[in-house]
Antibody
Framework: EVQLVESGGGLVQPGGSLRLSCAAS????????MSWVRQAPGKGLDWVSG????????YYADSVKGRFTISRDNSKNMQYLQMNSLRAEDTAVYYC???????WGQGTLVTVSS | DIVMTQSPDFLAVSLGERATINCKSS????????????LAWYQQKPGQPPKLLIY???TRESGVPDRFSGSGSGTDFTLTINSLQAEDVAVYYC??????????FGQGTKLEIK
C-alpha cells in the first residue's frame, strides 16, 4: 500500500523557519517525481514546488522562490521542504504528493503567526 | 505561469442529474509532439486530500466510476458527472501539468446537491 506521511508542521513566528518531511513507502520512490501542494484555510489548492526523481531538477512557485527549498533523499525514501522567511500568507496545510497526482499524504498544518 | 480558470465557482445539481464543470487555461496545454493535453481533474472532500479523477484530460484514474468523464482540448476542458450521487458532493479542481516550471490549479468548483 502506498503511503505518504508528512511531518514537521507547527506554529512559527513570521520570519521563522520550518522543515517539512515526507516519508514515502509502498512504491519505488526514486522512480517518481514529487511535489508539495498547499491549501490555506478555506481556500483552494496551491502548487508550491516539485522535484525530479533523481533530485537534480527542482521547481518553485514564484510566491516561494528564494525562500523555500525542496530536496529528497532516495536512500531514505524521504522528501523535504525547507521553508525560510515565513510569512502569514504561508499558513496552510502542506501536502506531499507524487508529481503525477496519483498519491497524496494527509497533510501537515503550518501556521505563521506572532 | 499558466492561469487556470474554472466555471462556475458553485454548482447545485439534483441527485441523478448531470453536473458539468468547465476549466479554461490561459494558453494551450496540448503538447503537439504526442497530441496529449496536460490537464488533470481532482476531487476533494472535506478534511481529505485531493483525489485524482482524470488525467490527460480524458483518461479516468483506476477505480474512478465511469460516471466521471473528461473532455476538451487545447485551452477548454470539461468535467462531466453523470447521474450525480450523494457521495459526489465535493470541490473539484483542474490542474495543468504542461508547464514543468509550475503545475497550476484552477480555483475550484464546489458541487452540492440541489
Amino acid at each position: 500500500e502506498v503511503q505518504l506521511v508528512e511531518s514537521g508542521g507547527g506554529l512559527v513566528q513570521p520570519g521563522g523557519s520550518l522543515r517539512l518531511s515526507c516519508a514515502a513507502s509502498g512504491f519505488t520512490f526514486s522512480n517518481h517525481a514529487m511535489s508539495w501542494v498547499r491549501q490555506a484555510p478555506g481556500k483552494g489548492l496551491d502548487w508550491v514546488s516539485g522535484i525530479g526523481g533523481s533530485g537534480d531538477n527542482t521547481y518553485y512557485a514564484d510566491s516561494v522562490k528564494g525562500r523555500f527549498t525542496i530536496s529528497r533523499d532516495n536512500s531514505k525514501n524521504m522528501q523535504y521542504l525547507q521553508m525560510n522567511s515565513l510569512r502569514a500568507e504561508d499558513t496552510a496545510v502542506y501536502y506531499c504528493a507524487t508529481r503525477d497526482g496519483s498519491y497524496w499524504g494527509q497533510g501537515t498544518l503550518v501556521t505563521v503567526s506572532s | 505561469d499558466i492561469v487556470m480558470t474554472q466555471s462556475p465557482d458553485f454548482l447545485a445539481v439534483s441527485l441523478g442529474e448531470r453536473a458539468t464543470i468547465n476549466c479554461k487555461s490561459s494558453q494551450s496545454v496540448l503538447y503537439s509532439s504526442n497530441n496529449k493535453n496536460y490537464l488533470a481533474w481532482y476531487q476533494q472532500k472535506p478534511g481529505q486530500p485531493p483525489k485524482l479523477l482524470i488525467y490527460w484530460a480524458s483518461t479516468r484514474e483506476s477505480g474512478v466510476p465511469d460516471r466521471f468523464s473528461g473532455s476538451g482540448s487545447g485551452t477548454d476542458f470539461t468535467l462531466t458527472i453523470n447521474s450525480l450521487q450523494a457521495e459526489d458532493v465535493a470541490v473539484y479542481y483542474c490542474q495543468q501539468y504542461y508547464s514543468t516550471l509550475s503545475y497550476t490549479f484552477g480555483q475550484g468548483t464546489k458541487l452540492e446537491i440541489k
